[in-house]
């Protein structure tokens, strides 16, 4: 027999979903993934997405907790942002559902007025790091289209700045000239290792150095793998450089294990910082796990 699930965690991207039913001992029933991401619903598509994918085995009243883009004005509802120095926000924005047997609660992203700044999904990321290390102060790093460095301290969330690294490598792999030099999936730590050496030292020449790679295979036949990894390390170099007062100095935790997270590993050893890598497979569950036991138990 199937165990019917005593509340549901939801991480709603904008090309992705993710549902965890969950059993009564907060235990992960089964994971859903769907492309039914934010991009691809309008409002009223969200509530009969979510039965679809869950079923007809649900109990009378199942609390939904939900995290990321369904939370933005273009989402389910749009749920407000916190603003910084602040907490990892828990309190979700209750929603009035078509059928009375789901409870819904979105939770918040957070904001920066100075720089301008926000997330919105991160930070169920950082409530689940800090469920697991309360007493953690220092920066946290997370890999992404849209690496953000998050200062913490005495558990709240001090202040945070995004950058589009990720999202500028596949522009340029993809649909610039470099493309043209990019072929196959190759690595090579030295050239990395030499590129963010150079754009850290010399960050103003980043746009005539990303040209210099295209240069470098049309005249001295430099391969993809080379090329790839100096494109990565130029980008990555840029944003330490940018990111210094973040990082220098502080106690640096990498939120991921994968290729990405080990590059800005390397990256910030090679200028001396020690970083550890902290798994980030579940640890998006864990903090939609704190925020439904914060509902669960307010008065």
Known sequence: MTETPQWVAADWGTSHLRLWPMGGDDRPLRRIDSDQGM????ADDYEPTLLNLLGDDLPDTLPVIICGMAGARQGWAEA????????VPVDGLPLTTRDPRLRVHILPGISQMRPPDVMRGEET???????REPDFDGVLCLPGTHNKWVHISAKEVVSFRTFMTGEMFALLSGQSVLRHSLGGDGWDEAAFAEAVSDTLSRPAALTSSLFGLRAGSLLNGTGAAVTRARLSGLLIGAELAASRPYWLGQDIVILGEDTVAEAYRAALSAQGAAARLVPAGDITLAGLTAAYHHLKDKP
């Open 80 to 87: 407000p942002y916190v603003e910084t120095p602040c907490a």
């Open 39 to 42: 991009s691809r619903l309008t």
């Open 125 to 131: 990321q950082i409530g689940g790091f800090l469920a």
